[in-house]
């Protein structure tokens, strides 16, 4: 069954409103669900409501927080989230990065206690009709182990760049830097089905296409897989996300970033507050003609369309062709959801006396 | 045989003194490439001399340039190298982005026109003294094919972080964003061996093992192998790198980087000047207190270097390790030079009229 992306948002808005948001903050929260189901991010999109329910209700989550800038400099910035729902402080960092990049060419803005933001690539997205590039990056449940480890030391710290184009759509790249997403663990768990080798490893560290693994102590890999195929470089990716993200704002960093979920404890104080974010803008012109930059982002898309495809594949793609041609599609037919998720959707809203039902 | 550092110090000095660079200039090269044999990248150290002699001789190096600043804002520059040698601009660039960094909290430097400037670490770790975090990103000549191509459209591009510790030595990544850097397929071919599938496709874009397969029209893989263990996301970033050092410089990009070596044609001419270079210094103390940063980032090293090894495995490395080990030995012992790199230095040397040998 197919909902209107409107309806969705409607939905959204209202719980968030329900659980304390000020109207408009529930607006910008229900922004960044609604863009991650049009772009056919689902994991991140109404799944997620009921973790924030739950955290919630654990109090856990503050809807009305007082996000603040701690300290800052001509190109630089220090957030406090004040605990909020991720969003918000993100969104609060990110427009303050590009407020640094009008004045200063870039703007680069650290946010500690934060949590679950949602899609990296909103935020980065953010700067595109600012004629700038968006960076961002966070860290995030621990689950994945370093190269030669065992041990749950790293999220899996996406990374995004937003890059604006001319004539072309912009370039968005918006990626974990593990194999795949943990989503997609669950759904060969849902499915009954094994993965690929590649992807996690058993509690002593051995290969497996278990699915169901990080149940059983296992870890996710960093991208690369095995040192022979470059984990050590995924590995240093997600560190470089993380010190970026928790030791330059003061977040939790590694193993002690605090769980998106209120059925897992909160880590041990003393190392950091919340979920950490890094954010930045630069400005096109500070470098380059915007109008020149343009057209060059054009010839570069195209140099990689025109590319020569391999036996038997589809044409080269530009990081963003997928979740645009997705978004296409779903603001035309509408937003399928699982019907587990819709059923607790459904009795999330009778249980905070919301109207709306889906 | 070894030589000591200085012994090869003073030959790449007074190389670079006879193709033309001033003595100031050439100390700064010899650094260069003697800091990245003192870290064990030989393959970018004095094997990388015939490239530039020859070079020289095609009249395609410029050892006496005028570099310059083309445009700034306060916390960006772009930097035309003016086909200097690549460690001239790459200095140059870097110490620009620490100017910056130090009066708007981080700096950001596109640099064009330049040439291969060897190990992109060095630049980055040029940052550590003044308590600020360095990057480095440089575009290179096209191996790579994008996730289902098996067009040549970037390099190997490759990404340099470093961070100060406190007690801790600095993390330092630098790393290809390909599974391999290129010379270890070269080694292969010299030993005769196979290579590990995941590293390279055929000319048809077939997984093969052949470490040959780039003179038969095969390409290198990005970082993840293949699409299911996450290629595109080794695309993304090897984009983002060539974006980031060319697009906003004007520097060639992806097909049009200068090759590094006489022998192949320069690209066609309207697509960029040279090769592309992107550097930042981000002043800690515009986020966090410095003390404060470097205790946090020693207890995020320890807690790294504490974790559980996965069985057979050694222990937890931290980007940056297995360099300063090799460093530590290397400047007691000396640097050993393949044979046949020392007899070619020493016939460059009596073609140059350079009383020293090796």
């Known amino acids: 069954m197919y909902h209107s992306h409107e309806t969705l948002r409607d939905f959204t808005r209202t719980f968030f409103t329900r659980i304390g948001c000020s109207e408009s903050d529930a607006s910008v929260i229900a922004d960044i669900f609604i863009t991650a189901e049009l772009r056919g991010i ?54 303050t990065a590009i407020g640094k990049a009008r004045e200063a060419g870039t703007g680069w803005v650290a946010c500690r206690n934060s949590n679950h933001f949602g899609i990296a690539g909103y935020y980065a997205m953010m700067a595109l009709s600012h004629d700038m590039i968006g960076v961002c990056l966070t860290n995030a449940n621990p689950l994945v182990a370093p190269t030669f480890s065992v041990s749950r030391l790293l999220g899996t710290n996406p990374i995004a760049v937003a890059v604006p184009g001319g004539k072309e759509p912009p370039f968005v790249a918006d990626f974990a830097t593990t194999p795949i997403a943990r989503g997609k663990l669950e759904v060969a768990v849902k499915k009954r089905e094994k993965t690929l080798y590649g992807y996690v490893q058993d509690r002593e560290g ?18 690369g897989g095995d040192r022979e195929h470059g984990s050590h470089k995924g590995y240093c990716l997600s560190a470089t996300v993380d010190i970026l993200s928790a030791l330059l704002s003061g977040a939790g960093f590694g193993p002690f970033v605090p769980p998106s979920v209120a059925y897992l404890p909160l880590p041990e104080e003393g190392n950091g507050k919340g979920t950490g974010h890094f954010f930045g803008a630069m400005r096109i012109d500070a470098f380059r003609e915007a109008g020149e930059f343009r057209d060059a982002m054009d010839k570069w898309i195209m140099s990689f369309r025109n590319a020569e495809s391999a036996e038997g594949k589809p044409a080269v793609l530009i990081p963003g062709d997928i979740e645009r041609e997705y978004e296409e599609q779903a603001r035309r037919r509408g937003i399928a959801l699982i019907p587990a998720v819709t059923e607790e959707l459904n009795r999330i809203a009778a249980d905070l006396g919301m109207e709306i039902r889906l």
Chains 1, 2 share one sequence.
């Open 42 to 95: 689902g994991s991140h999109g109404l799944i997620r409501i009921s973790d924030h329910h739950n955290l919630w209700k654990a109090g856990r989550l503050n809807t009305a927080p007082k996000i603040t800038v701690t300290r800052e400099t001509l190109s630089t910035a220090v957030v406090d989230g004040d605990n909020a729902p991720g969003m918000l402080p993100a969104v609060f960092s990110m427009e």
């Open 206 to 223: 051995r290969p497996t296409d278990d699915p169901d693994i990080l149940r059983k102590g296992g870890t996710m890999l960093p991208l």
